[in-house]
């Protein structure tokens, strides 16, 4: 949205200089003032949060991803008498992005009520309030525009004569410091600065000092030897650039290490145009830039476990953040459960447009409900673009939290050991087959494999085939085969809820549709979020929800099933949603063909060419499918955690797992979950839960990496936490019956009791005050 330099010199001069004017009622002007800041567009994304800083009112800003782990104390200008954080909201909010980092803008007192030295003592309260929040002094960077610039100095000052550590950094905008006006340049420049001249000043000045003297009023007399590293930005037309002039050169002299712009044909405090100015675009960049260098540090260590979509989207989150990622696999290639289940039928249950990253719009869907291939290509796609090259072929079998180092030991499969700050298990729900124990299947003669290890070997035509279980992958797998093989059986322990898939293939119009109107993929996105968000409410508060989903079952198996006898075999004997309701339109044609066969009685055992049923009928076979599902209640298993003390994480969920926000486990510090426990969805996208999640965790990292490690979630937070949950979940439908949710007894460890929208916005900001810092 960049404007010429013309237009946006004709608004500063037109516009906001005359609400600098003296002859302007003071509260008229500061009214005005921040008016202005509303002009200028914040980059999407942005947070603003009214907060405190020791006593001192303040905004804290923070534009998309900008996490830190550095920090910015931002002082706004206005001739220490207008402005505040809301005349500087766009600015701050483009430092933000630039910095990749916090911006916290303390409300600080004006003159004239408040004369020197008020303004300094809430600027100082301001700084010792982040560094009290366990934020090094090396990681803060304090900036500021004309008036704040002199403060910013003043601040230094003040610090440096108390003994206290300085910033990080200091970042300078047209700073106003010799409140005499004795620079030649305010005379020269009245003409040529848009925004400022000697009428503004004078009286600013004499308001502010109210008679005063004091070093922190003529900084351009202080020793600056011992200064942070300086980054100054001034106009050369403007009517204060002979104070830049003067403090860069004393800088220099002193040894301090100095940037400067003086940007030839701009005037007064030009960054202030971020987002409407090129040339204060990149101004803010280079401040940015210089913020980063200075206040960098030793990089954090992250060790990411997994290299399906919570691995990738961490990776890709935590890229230009600072930290040091290694992303391990056990895999020979990314993708997780989307690279380990090739069986045939393969595909996701969510459409393809919720079932994405939304940073990373999927352009690789064939179909509606994206088939396994496409989302493998998917996730290697978006690995790439993000430079991640997770180590493959490597399973970690053990982590072992190193209590007189504060680190992760994880030791790996080749032998190698690998140390981390922090630990992100990404292993996910739904990643180790569950193998049934049937008594005889062992002696079976013929090839026997589970559907998420698919034997592509196996020739299945012509063959008998025996299929256990009635799951998500069987209703997908059992179709896909059906008309291949001589004969099926299908051993269901209970029917599923089957609602019609609305799928459809995506044509070479339709990608050029995606891309001429990007607003269509939002807006599909939105839809299917409106309809899972339904099916939750049903699920978990308003159970009349569910009736829609008991409607649609009775018409799908009623139209595609005639025999009454196969109809009452598909009939649900618990309340809907209680299990996972599973999506499919093909799944009744299947099982009705004249080849298949579906038992409900329990299998009791195998021979060496059959099944056998415990109500004693004996189905021969050649293939054994198992549709058996997932060991989904043990989450990290194989890999064993050991937390300080050597306290082993699965003897501290021996009654069911738990973890506040299903993230982080009191007494395991700096080890953050994806997918844990109660953070699957009923009904909705994993995917949006686990962005929910990951922003969450990179907010963690940032917080370890600003020096507030290692973090331990405090017991109170993640018992009060657990209660909630358990508690909703005790009011939903998933207590009605037996499933995968639930442990042997009865503990739901699984499901999220409420929208995503919802945790969504409980995930949204990282509390350190929840935490013990060890």
């Not at 500087?88 to 909010?93: E, F």
């Not at 079976?444 to 034997?455: I, L, M, N, T």
């Not at 998500?472 to 291949?484: G, K, L, M, T, W």
């Not at 508060?541 to 079952?553: D, G, K, N």
Request: include cysteine; charged fraction near 20%; glycine fraction near 10%.
């Amino acid at each position: 949205m960049a404007l010429p330099r013309a237009a946006v010199r004709l608004l500063t001069r037109g516009v906001v200089a005359p609400l600098l004017s003296p002859l302007l009622p003071l509260p008229v002007s500061r009214r005005l003032l921040d008016a202005t800041g509303y002009v200028v567009p914040l980059p999407l994304g942005t947070r603003r949060t009214a907060v405190d800083l020791g006593g001192v009112p303040a905004e804290r800003v923070v534009a998309r991803g900008a996490d830190g782990p550095q920090q910015v104390l931002y002082l706004h200008g206005g001739g220490y008498k207008t402005g505040s954080p809301t005349s500087h909201r766009a600015l701050t909010a483009h430092l933000s992005r630039a910095c990749g980092a916090p911006v916290h803008v303390p409300d600080y007192r004006l003159a004239p009520e408040h004369p020197f030295p008020a303004a300094v003592d809430d600027v100082v309260a301001a700084w010792r309030a982040l560094r009290a929040a366990g934020h090094p002094s090396q990681r803060i960077a304090v900036l500021g525009d004309s008036a704040g610039g002199g403060l910013a100095v003043a601040l230094v000052l003040r610090l440096r004569a108390a003994g206290e550590e300085l910033p990080g950094s200091l970042g300078l905008v047209s700073p106003w410091l010799d409140l005499d006006l004795s620079s030649p340049w305010v005379t020269i420049n009245t003409r040529h600065d848009a925004m400022l001249d000697a009428r503004t000043l004078a009286p600013a000045a004499a308001q502010y000092r109210a008679g005063a003297t004091a070093p922190e009023l003529e900084p351009l007399a202080a020793d600056l030897t011992g200064f942070p590293p300086l980054h100054v930005v001034a106009g050369a037309d403007e009517v204060l650039v002979g104070d830049s002039d003067a403090l860069v050169e004393k800088a220099r002299a002193a040894g301090v290490p100095v940037t400067y712009t003086r940007a030839a044909g701009l005037w007064h405090a030009y960054p202030v145009f971020a987002g409407l100015l090129a040339e204060a675009d990149a101004a803010v960049a280079e401040l940015g830039a210089a913020v980063r260098r200075d206040c960098a540090g030793a990089p954090v260590r992250v060790a990411v476990v997994g290299a399906g979509f919570g691995g990738i989207g961490m990776g890709a989150a935590l890229r230009g953040s600072g930290a040091e990622v290694t992303i391990l696999d056990r895999a020979d290639g990314v993708g997780g459960v989307w690279r380990a289940n090739t069986y045939p039928g393969a595909a996701c249950d969510v459409p393809s447009h919720l079932y994405s990253f939304s940073f990373a719009p999927g352009r690789e869907w064939t179909r509606r409900f994206a088939p396994q291939p496409d989302i493998l290509r998917y996730l290697q796609r978006v690995a790439a673009e993000h430079g991640l090259a997770p180590r493959l072929r490597t399973e970690v079998t053990e982590a072992h939290w190193d209590d007189a180092r504060g680190v992760w030991r994880l030791d790996l499969s080749d032998g190698e050991t690998l140390e981390a700050d922090v630990l992100v298990p990404a292993c996910g729900q739904l990643s180790r087959p569950a193998a049934p124990r049937i008594p005889g299947l062992d002696a079976f003669a013929g090839p026997v494999f589970h559907s998420a290890e698919w034997d592509h070997d196996v020739d299945l035509t012509g063959k008998r085939v025996a299929v256990v279980g009635t799951g998500a992958s069987a209703i997908q797998f059992v179709p896909a085969i059906v008309d291949r093989v001589a004969s099926l059986t299908v051993f269901q322990r209970s029917a599923p809820y089957l609602i019609p898939k609305p799928d459809r293939a995506y044509s070479a119009a339709h990608h050029a549709f995606f891309r001429a109107v990007p607003a269509w993929r939002r807006a599909a996105r939105a839809f299917w979020f409106g309809f899972f968000e339904t099916g939750a409410l049903g699920f978990t508060t308003v159970r009349s929800l569910t009736l829609p989903f008991r409607w649609a079952y009775e018409g799908l198996v009623r139209s595609q099933v005639r025999d009454t006898a196969l109809r009452e075999k598909l009939r649900p004997d618990y309340p809907v949603g209680c299990k996972r309701v599973l999506i499919s339109s093909d799944w009744y044609p299947a099982v009705a063909r004249p080849h298949v066969d579906v038992v409900t009685s329990e299998v009791a055992g195998v021979t060496a060419g059959s099944v056998l049923a415990a109500d004693g009928t004996e189905h021969p076979a050649d293939v054994i499918i198992l549709g058996t599902g997932f060991a989904t209640s043990d989450f990290l298993t194989p890999m064993k955690v050991f937390g300080p003390g050597g306290a082993e994480l699965s003897d501290r969920w021996r009654e069911g797992a738990r973890a506040h926000l299903g993230i982080t486990v009191p007494g395991f510090p700096n080890l953050f979950l994806l997918y844990g426990p109660n953070t699957n969805v009923g009904s909705g996208s994993i995917v949006h839960m686990l962005e929910s999640q990951i922003a969450y965790v990179r907010q963690a990292v940032a917080a370890v990496a600003g020096g507030a490690g290692p973090l331990s979630v405090r017991p109170d937070v993640e018992s009060r936490f657990d209660t909630e949950v358990q508690d909703r979940l005790g009011r939903s439908v998933w207590t009605g019956c037996q499933s995968w949710y639930r442990t042997a007894g009865g503990r739901i460890v699984n499901n999220w009791p409420g929208l995503m929208r919802e945790y969504r916005k409980r995930t949204a900001q990282f509390d350190v005050t929840e935490y013990e810092q060890l």
